[in-house]
């Protein structure tokens, strides 16, 4: 069955070569699923050699795991770390028929990631972002084929969330959507199209309710508290950990922006700008035997 808004997958551009910008932790686990899926050469890039290694290091890592795990074979782990591979060089996106950014949340480095793209890849080249939040229609907004861009924003962690949110953008042709969903369908996600507005919808909806639980917790009301009183919503892990997995930063960088555009819907603990601008990534320690407690710095500065 069609997903709703999809156009005639008949439009759908073969995908023979991936290329992801950013070699951080979506977009290891984003190269993996291409590769794992896919069975494409997978290309990551970023910005020194030191970062590259390490992406191309997990995916790697990754695949032993799977490996260990017996899900896959020792044929198939050594063909999948074969078809992973870095470079620094954009021109080794060339040949790519889709290639997928996972950069800082920041839209002017992103414009920047897609303008330099151009120099290298076809016209035809489905550019495809993984932004969580910022407007898709304002990042092609710059580019000789804006067309060619659409949002395709995935869950951490990648390899096991379903949903895959395709966002089109103003610009956005048929035969860039389609190819997207039929990408989508080979991921073997579930994809849906979402409107370009800011967050789309799972971000949308996990901001106000994280921002809820910060806040209970900024009246008074103890961590552990706030974590347990989410129990009946029967969700598969608590929200302080769940923050712990999105990454802090990248939770606060999507409620400033949920909060730029919906003030009166949205706001920014600040208690959780402290926790950032520290360092901190996790509410939550644990000891050797197993027990959770808070990490006592993080209950010094969440005053
Ligand atoms: N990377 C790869 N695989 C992972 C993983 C990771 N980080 N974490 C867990 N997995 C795999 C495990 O290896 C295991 O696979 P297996 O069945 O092949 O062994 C499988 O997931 C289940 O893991 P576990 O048995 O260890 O643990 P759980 O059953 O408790 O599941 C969970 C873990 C899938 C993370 C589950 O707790 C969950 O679904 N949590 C909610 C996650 C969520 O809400 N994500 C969305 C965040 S919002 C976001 O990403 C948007 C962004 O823009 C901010």
């Avoid at 494409?40 to 590259?52: G, K």
């Avoid at 032993?64 to 080794?92: C, F, H, I, M």
């Avoid at 290298?120 to 972002?129: K, M, P, Y």
């Avoid at 819907?265 to 959770?292: I, L």
């Amino acid at each position: 069955k069609r997903p709703v808004g999809a156009p005639d997958k008949g439009l759908a551009r073969p995908v023979t070569k991936v290329g992801v910008v950013g070699a951080g932790l979506m977009a290891g686990q984003m190269a993996l699923l291409f590769a794992r899926r896919l069975h494409v050469p997978v290309v990551l890039t970023d910005i020194d050699q030191t970062r590259l290694d390490k992406g191309v290091g997990y995916v790697h890592g990754e695949v032993d795991k799977l490996l260990g795990k017996g899900r896959v074979s020792p044929d198939e782990a050594n063909r999948l770390k074969a078809l992973v591979t870095g470079s620094l060089d954009k021109a080794a996106f060339a040949d790519a028929d889709f290639v997928i950014e996972a950069v800082f949340e920041d839209l002017g480095v992103k414009q920047q990631v897609f303008a330099e793209l151009e120099q290298h890849v076809s016209a035809e080249c489905v550019l495809a972002t993984n932004t969580s939040s910022l407007s898709i229609t304002e990042m092609a907004s710059k580019l000789a084929h804006p067309e060619r861009v659409v949002g395709f924003h995935f869950f951490n962690p990648v390899a096991v969330m379903p949903l895959l949110e395709i966002v089109r953008a103003d610009q956005t042709d048929d035969a860039t959507l389609a190819t997207a969903f039929a990408t989508g369908k080979q991921l073997k996600k579930s994809s849906v199209l979402v409107k370009d507005a800011p967050s789309f919808v799972v971000n949308r909806l996990l901001t106000r309710f994280m921002g809820e639980v910060l806040k209970s917790v900024d009246e008074g009301t103890p961590f552990d508290v706030a974590d347990k009183a989410t129990e009946p919503l029967g969700l598969p892990m608590s929200p302080l950990i769940l923050l712990q997995l999105v990454g802090s930063a990248v939770a606060l960088h999507v409620s400033e922006t949920m909060h730029a555009a919906y003030p009166d819907r949205f706001s920014v603990s600040e208690n959780m700008k402290a926790f950032v601008a520290a360092g901190k990534t996790a509410v939550w320690q644990w000891d050797a035997q197993g027990n959770q407690t808070v990490d006592p710095e993080v209950a010094e500065l969440w005053k």
